[in-house]
Nanobody, 125 residues
Framework: VQLQASGGGLVQAGGSLRLSCTTSGRTFSDHAVGWFRRAPGKEREFVAAISRAGSRRYYAQSVRGRFTISRDNAKNTVDLAMNGLNPEDTAVYYC???????????????????WGQGTQVTVSS
């Protein structure tokens, strides 16, 4: 699947953004999806993941309670709603997908074989 991440931008601390990950062609419904981010000078890190049907979700401790991952398989989209943003959330955000027959989520980048191009999120203090 080809993925496209969008929705990034510049926001003040405490603000919100909603990222979207979409695909063309094949559907998302047989793919688990994850969001990752890479801040300047840092390694890529896991942010959130969702199972293929959306019944299971998992978050990194750093974003739990502030970010929400959701999906609409009819629209081939997976969204990441980000609230209470702080400057430490500044990064390029990537969505990733992998085909799966199970209802699990995946929280390691090596689990995924399809990646979008990334969208920049900048949070000013």
């Amino acid at each position: 699947v080809q993925l496209q991440a969008s929705g990034g931008g510049l926001v003040q601390a405490g603000g919100s953004l909603r990222l979207s990950c979409t695909t063309s062609g094949r559907t998302f419904s047989d793919h688990a999806v994850g969001w990752f981010r890479r801040a300047p000078g840092k390694e890529r890190e896991f942010v959130a993941a969702i199972s293929r049907a959306g019944s299971r979700r998992y978050y990194a401790q750093s974003v739990r309670g502030r970010f929400t991952i959701s999906r609409d398989n009819a629209k081939n989209t997976v969204d990441l709603a980000m609230n209470g943003l702080n400057p430490e959330d500044t990064a390029v955000y990537y969505c990733a997908a992998r085909s799966t027959v199970t209802g699990v989520y995946y929280d390691h980048s090596s689990d995924y074989n399809n990646w979008g191009q990334g969208t920049q999120v900048t949070v000013s203090s």
